[in-house]
């Protein structure tokens, strides 16, 4: 492991407001007594301003009486002016040294303090607005694009020299990499992917023509003969509609559009629950524009996405790949069993042209032409489709790339900055973006710590290989040092994607960051509406509330709160019109920038303006501003959908009450921890660390402690995936009115107790000591 380490060297010439000794022991006294001390002279006589001498004068000589008596007035008056003065200003000062002292003993055993610790927040984001420039964000995102990088590509190792490079020349605290071996999957070099038309005895009739480097990785590999099913955007919701109109998509090949708020890997492992024996995914014109003429698809270019239903090493499944060769793989049980294959727009209209069968609903009509949108599965002259799919699996070395700032109060608490630096295309959305942003932060970041910053807490910049495969490398971090992150990491904040237009602002996010994030809004211009704040932007098309959005599977921060219970955080500008060549070989800079009309690093400012805004907050704030509250209010929105069934519950002996019963409990301590922090003395560094040690934790106790992380590595119940979220439970009671047979009343006893458990440990965990819990429950007979 590369782990180089520069110690950064403040600037001689920035330093925060200092006091003389005198002024130090003025302000460590606890009463100041003023006097006004004579000074007598060398031959021992009388101080001059002796007020008895004065009034001998007065009378052995009125006229110089009166001069003396004016001029020590005038002496007595500055003095003591002087010396009031410089008292409350001393005890200014004091109060400014002794609580970035008082840090400092918390750092390191009485080290003075840091050079820098006295800047207030509007001077540090005043200084960080200077200090981002646009020009750079352009430059990188132009020489990261140039040419597709995948991981374990000489193009791949040669960014990864170049970003290590830039990192080393910031003088960061703290630069280093760690490498790691994961089972990524590429095409076969040797064995070309085929589709074709087979008739009834077998003999092909056609041989469709494909793209060789067009994959889905993590396919499975094989072959399948069979017929064809159209299933719109392949959501739970189309599968039903198939069904309720006799269509089966058992033993067929079934083709799908890109999108639909579903991915690749959803799609695939639905379409695998019905029975299919292969999928095709292509995009269609009503979803990705496909006029190059206005900045849209060709027809004859594929999308390219990962089909493993999860995050990190399929084969390493909830523990790291740091020690590859030492373990025996074990596959995820989020890998497919069949086929999948991305093809073009003009692929897909040759095969459902030809289908016969049921015609589809008008809302599953795209725009393919010659296409009159039928289900299927029979294809014209009775033919069938063979599919065939040569993908190798290989241990690639991964390297991450890490660099810090580390905190001088509260060292071992992190706030996370990362980004994907791979991609199979060019990737100037998918990965230059991101990249760029991430290296403007650092730099701003670390010249901001040179110009007189002293943040509290530690900044983590962090460069991550192998997302395009299901962000590997973070998740195998993750995996890594999963025991201690609920205890350091703050926050984490995913850069990846985040400049595909400059109109939309969405956030991917956690709720715990929800104030953060509303706060930050209103403190950034927005990049298109000049004079405009981004709030104000928002609130004029309909509220700044629909900028938030749940976190999803895909997103560079899914893993951290789903899998590590780390509060996280993706930001995304957008256009109405969807971004189409993300994903696609003509992801390049010369498009995005026809897009943006030019204005690719002012967009990207503006998001590196966001995080950074957020990311002051959390090094800044004596208390972290995470909002506590906000599950409680997610709990009781289900809460009120049991209300509507209590009685069909009741009569079959579920009562609800345990579980509002719980929510009361973690509402309360979730307040009662939040009017702690607003009435703490917050320069108290013992009870800021009590509360913020608290806080962290929140989001770490909805990890689900009662299914494996192995077998079900997303084990947050709120936004994880599997049968213990509280998802899973709203579905399974939604059955009571929709389908009752299919209500397992056994099945949704044990998902409420073991989800009510979870939420009432979280209360109990937030109470703090043991002798503040009070559970209390009444039996009945």
Avoid at 465 to 473: K, R, S, Y
Avoid at 490 to 505: E, H, K, N, R, T
């Amino acid at each position: 492991m590369d782990t180089p380490t520069s110690h950064l060297t403040q600037s001689s010439s920035v330093s925060i407001h200092r006091v003389s000794d005198e002024e130090e022991e003025v302000c460590g006294a606890q009463d100041v007594e003023l006097k006004f001390v004579t000074l007598e002279n060398e031959e021992g006589e009388e101080p001059i301003c002796n007020l008895n001498t004065l009034g001998k004068s007065y009378c052995h000589s009125n006229r110089k009486g009166c001069m003396l008596l004016s001029i020590c007035g005038v002496v007595i008056f500055a003095a003591a002016f002087l010396l009031a003065f410089a008292v409350f200003s001393g005890r200014y000062h004091c109060f400014q040294v002794d609580d970035v002292e008082e840090e400092g003993k918390q750092q390191g055993g009485g080290a003075t303090a840091p050079a820098g610790a006295g800047l207030y927040l509007g001077e540090l984001r005043e200084m960080m607005r200077k200090l981002l420039q646009d020009e750079d964000i352009h430059n990188t995102v132009s020489q990261i694009s140039r040419a597709p990088h995948p991981p374990g590509s000489s193009e791949g190792t040669a960014l990864a020299s170049e970003i290590l490079r830039r990192f080393r020349k910031l003088q960061m605290d703290h630069t280093w990499t760690e490498s790691l071996y994961a089972t990524l999957q590429f095409p076969n070099r040797a064995q070309k992917t085929s589709l074709k038309l087979v008739d009834s005895a077998g003999r092909v009739s056609e041989q469709i023509p494909l793209n060789p480097l067009d994959y889905c990785p993590y396919s499975a590999a094989g072959n399948y003969t069979g017929g064809v099913v159209y299933a719109n955007y392949g959501r739970p919701e189309d599968f039903n509609w198939l069904k309720s109109v006799g269509v089966s998509a058992a033993g067929c090949v079934v083709v799908m559009r890109v999108g639909g708020g579903v991915s690749f890997a959803e799609k695939v492992w639905l379409a695998e629950r019905n029975g299919a024996g292969g999928v095709l995914i292509y995009p269609d014109p009503a979803d990705l524009p496909q006029d190059p003429r206005r900045l849209g698809l060709n027809p004859h270019t594929a999308v390219l996405e990962h089909v493993h239903l999860g995050s990190g090493d399929p084969f390493t499944p909830g523990f790291p790949s740091f020690n590859h060769s030492k373990f025996p793989p074990i596959p995820s049980s989020g890998l497919p069993t069949i086929p999948a294959l991305p093809i073009t727009a003009n692929v897909a209209a040759k095969l459902l042209s030809q289908l016969s069968g049921p015609a589809c609903p008008p809302s599953w009509k795209g725009r393919l032409p010659y296409v009159h949108c039928l289900l299927g599965p029979n294809l014209s002259s009775g033919r069938r489709l063979q599919m065939t799919v040569h993908n190798v699996m290989m241990p690639i070395l991964l390297n991450n790339i890490f660099s810090s700032l580390v905190g001088r109060v509260e060292p071992d608490q992190y706030i996370i900055l990362g980004a994907q630096r791979d991609s199979l295309g060019p990737g100037a959305v998918k990965s230059g973006v991101g990249t760029a942003i991430l290296l403007e932060l650092a730099r701003t970041f670390s010249v901001m710590v040179k110009n007189g910053f002293s943040p509290r807490r530690s900044l983590l910049f962090v460069s991550w290989d192998a997302g395009d495969f299901g962000n590997v490398g973070a998740t195998e971090w993750l995996e890594g040092y999963l025991t201690m992150l609920h205890l350091k990491a703050v926050a984490y904040f995913s850069l990846d994607q985040a400049v595909m237009g400059d109109d939309i602002l969405s956030a991917y996010t956690s709720p715990l960051l929800v104030d953060l994030l509303d706060a930050a809004i209103k403190q950034v211009e927005h990049p298109k509406h000049a004079g405009q704040t981004i709030y104000s932007q928002a609130e004029g098309d309909g509220g700044s509330w629909r900028i938030m959005k749940p976190l999803y599977l895909n997103s560079g921060a899914y893993s951290f709160t789903a899998f590590a219970g780390v509060p996280a955080m993706e930001l995304r500008f957008t256009e109405e019109r969807a971004f189409p060549f993300i994903n696609t070989p003509l992801d390049s800079v010369a498009r995005l920038q026809e897009v943006l009309g030019g204005r690719l690093g002012v967009t990207g400012r503006s998001v590196g303006e966001l995080v950074g805004e957020m990311a002051l907050r959390l090094l800044h704030d004596h208390i972290l501003p995470l909002r506590i509250t906000s599950y409680a209010q997610t709990v009781l929105q289900f809460s009120a959908q049991l209300n509507k069934h209590s009685a069909e519950l009741q009569s079959r002996g579920i009562s609800p009450q345990w579980l509002f019963s719980a929510r009361g409990d973690y509402s309360r301590a979730a307040e009662m921890l939040q009017r702690g922090t607003d009435y703490s003395d917050l320069h108290d560094p013992a009870a800021a660390r009590l509360y913020n040690t608290r806080i962290m934790k929140v989001e770490y106790y909805f990890l689900s402690q009662y299914v494996s992380a192995m077998e079900t590595p997303f084990r947050h119940v709120i936004h994880g995936r599997g049968n213990h979220t509280l998802s899973a439970l709203t579905k399974h009671l939604a059955l009571l009115t929709s389908d009752p047979v299919r209500f397992d009343e056994s099945h949704f006893r044990r998902q409420l107790a073991l989800f009510t458990w979870t939420l009432q440990g979280a209360a109990n965990a937030l109470n703090g000591d043991v002798w503040s819990i009070h559970n209390t429950h009444t039996y009945t007979h």
